[in-house]
């Protein structure tokens, strides 16, 4: 492997997984409601796009990682429009 895909891998790693702590806090909290509902369809916007792009260019790092985040951010997506509003 060279030096540019661990780059890659490392990077990929660290935005997928920064991504987590609030996976985690809506799924024990099942609360979403300080969650940007336009800040949450632009990333996810966002993902898709790049996901598309890793896609495109036959880019196993990119799609996985965002493939895995699109996942996170439509959970959190799923949820928003959901929950019951109080």
């Not at 997984?17 to 609030?22: E, K, R, S, Y």
């Amino acid at each position: 492997m060279d030096v540019t895909t661990t780059i890659g891998m490392a990077a990929a790693a660290c935005t997928t997984f920064a991504f987590m702590p609030q996976v985690v806090r809506v799924w024990r909290t099942n609360q979403t409601k300080d969650l940007a509902l336009g800040t949450f369809l632009l990333f996810t916007l966002g993902t898709v796009a790049w996901l598309t792009y890793g896609i495109l260019k036959n880019d196993p790092v990119i799609i996985a990682a965002n493939g895995i985040t699109l996942l996170l951010s439509a959970y959190l997506l799923f949820k928003k429009f959901t929950e019951e509003k109080m």
